[in-house]
């Protein structure tokens, strides 16, 4: 199995402190009204006037102690594009306007603080669940069509994320899940002018264990044809959310959920794709938009799945803990899972929150994680 490199050589800590809820933050503080669009934090990026909302956004999280920000591309994909009736030329100038926004961001907040340099702040290009992109979004639930999965949400018929016996169902599921990753990132990637501005790659809010499966195939796939392109695939990390502290996948139509600890197994476990390649191994592997009450939970699960997979005697990748706000005492709460991650085997942290985690929620965030303590580093 490959190392999970790449997280090292780009943050200078062990410990580093990501951005909120972009989308929430638009919507709550900026009073940007996205919810329930094809293309969500995104539409902030597809004009100059509504761009300016996203760059206060961006601001808004580095002024808070941030030095990560993810990128408003969450639900970015060409059948979103689709949706909100854009051609794929204009869906690609958005695209790629979205990451120029929140590198204009850096550089505004690095002219305002002049011990801040460009190379402290990272910028990750978040790409959603393919569930995510389709209506009603499905980045919680996992509901999928075909051929993406079983069924088609209803909301008048029971629903199912599982294929039970199905097997050829299962492998066409990952074959098309593969091929929408591949298709998206490659789009990004062939953007040469803001590709470079891009430092990590977070597939975020993966439901589906089949889908973490279907990414590390298509990460492996676009690995390839950026070498044979004389390029490099970036470093990446793949975080899944858990509603209810548990993974919406069943393994029988109607049965019992599969576990976190199986989940976190498919993403750091050796394996090979349809043409004999070695997969490619995240950077870092965690979880977000989940409650803050199921930390300690899917922390413990993750960690049983790397010490049973990777053992002790190699570096774990990093961990990804990014939970939902808005609740009382969410800070002290994250400390809570950082503290107890710490000194585990993980190659660093990267810690923030997801929706409705706020700027004053990363703020309080901030000197915690900055204080000094024994942390096992």
Request: with cysteine; net charge negative; hydrophobic share 40%.
């Amino acid at each position: 199995m490959s190392e999970p490199t790449g997280l090292d050589g780009i943050y200078h800590k062990e410990i580093n402190l990501a951005d909120g809820g972009l989308g929430s933050t638009l919507e709550d503080i900026l009073n940007f009204k996205i919810a329930r669009t094809p293309l969500w934090s995104t539409r902030a990026a597809a004009d100059e006037e509504k761009s300016q909302l996203l760059v206060q956004a961006h601001l808004s999280f580095l002024r808070a102690g941030a030095r990560t920000l993810l990128t408003s591309t969450y639900q970015a994909a060409y059948n979103t594009f689709d949706r909100e009736g854009y051609s794929r030329e204009q869906a690609h100038r958005i695209m790629s306007n979205a990451i120029s926004i929140a590198a204009r961001a850096r550089d505004i907040f690095c002219a305002e603080n002049e011990r801040v340099h460009q190379n402290d702040i990272r910028i990750v290009l978040s790409l959603g669940t393919y569930g995510s992109t389709v209506s009603p979004m499905q980045d919680w639930d996992g509901i999928f069509p075909p051929p993406y999965g079983p069924k088609a949400y209803s909301a008048t018929e029971a629903n199912t994320t599982s294929f039970g016996d199905d097997v050829e169902g299962m492998d066409r599921s990952i074959q098309a899940l593969t091929e929408f990753h591949t298709e998206r990132l490659l789009a990004y990637a062939h953007i040469p002018e803001t590709w470079d501005l891009i430092d990590v790659i977070a597939f975020e809010t993966i439901p589906l264990a089949r889908e973490v499966t279907a990414i590390r195939r298509a990460v492996t796939t676009v690995a390839a044809s950026l070498r044979a392109e004389g390029g490099d695939m970036k470093a990446w990390w793949l975080s899944a959310v858990f509603p209810n502290g548990r993974c919406s996948e069943t393994l029988v139509p109607g049965g019992g959920h599969i576990g976190a600890k199986e989940v976190a197994d498919l993403m750091v476990r050796e394996g090979v794709d349809a043409e004999g390649r070695a997969l490619v191994v995240p950077s870092g592997i965690g979880f977000n938009c989940v409650a803050v009450e199921h930390l300690h939970g899917l922390l413990g699960e993750f960690e049983e799945a790397c010490t049973q997979v990777i053992g002790g005697g190699r570096k774990w990748p990093w961990l990804v803990i990014k939970p939902n706000g808005g609740e009382t005492g969410w800070a002290d709460s994250v400390m809570g899972c950082v503290d107890k991650a710490c000194g585990q085997g993980w190659g660093g942290l990267i810690v923030g929150g997801c929706c409705y985690a706020g700027p004053d929620d990363i703020a309080q965030l901030a000197p915690k994680l900055e204080r000094p303590r024994d942390r096992g580093y």
